[in-house]
């Protein structure tokens, strides 16, 4: 049966772009947000940190093996903390624009089903 509400979280896959390589797939677990708070969020990017606009978009990444090759990706070795995330988004600079075309992308393909 399909629900009034989105769950407040969905995994999408990004391409974690890797220098002088091909891109990794990794799933992370984003941020549901309404129309009205996606308007919201992308008034507000300007001036942050990508630190600060990552966490604002995702509660975490797939560690478990299973779950990530079921979604055809890589796992993260590390668990999720707020310090190896700005280790990661500081090794893997393209890493803060593809996962928000990821996010949008989602969150958009969403907005059309409805």
Same mark, same amino acid.
């Given at each position: 049966?399909?629900?009034? #509400?989105?769950?407040?979280?969905? *995994? =999408?896959? +990004? ?5 002088? =390589? ?35 978009? *995702?509660?975490?990444? +797939? ?23 700005? *280790?990661? *988004? ?11 075309? +990821? ?5 958009? #393909? ?5």
């Amino acid at each position: 049966m399909f629900k009034l #509400k989105a769950d407040p979280t969905f *995994i =999408g896959v +990004v391409g974690i772009p890797v220098a002088g =390589g091909a891109s990794v797939p990794v799933p992370f677990i984003f941020k549901h947000r309404t129309w009205p708070q996606i308007i919201e969020f992308e008034a507000s990017i300007k001036g942050r940190s990508d630190l600060d606009v990552v966490l604002d978009m *995702i509660e975490g990444w +797939v560690s478990d093996v299973a779950e990530a090759k079921a979604l055809k990706a890589e796992p993260m070795e590390e668990e999720f903390t707020k310090a190896n995330l700005e *280790i990661l *988004i500081q090794n893997r600079v393209g890493l803060p624009p593809a996962m928000f075309v +990821v996010y949008k992308t989602q969150l958009l #393909k969403a907005r059309e089903k409805k």
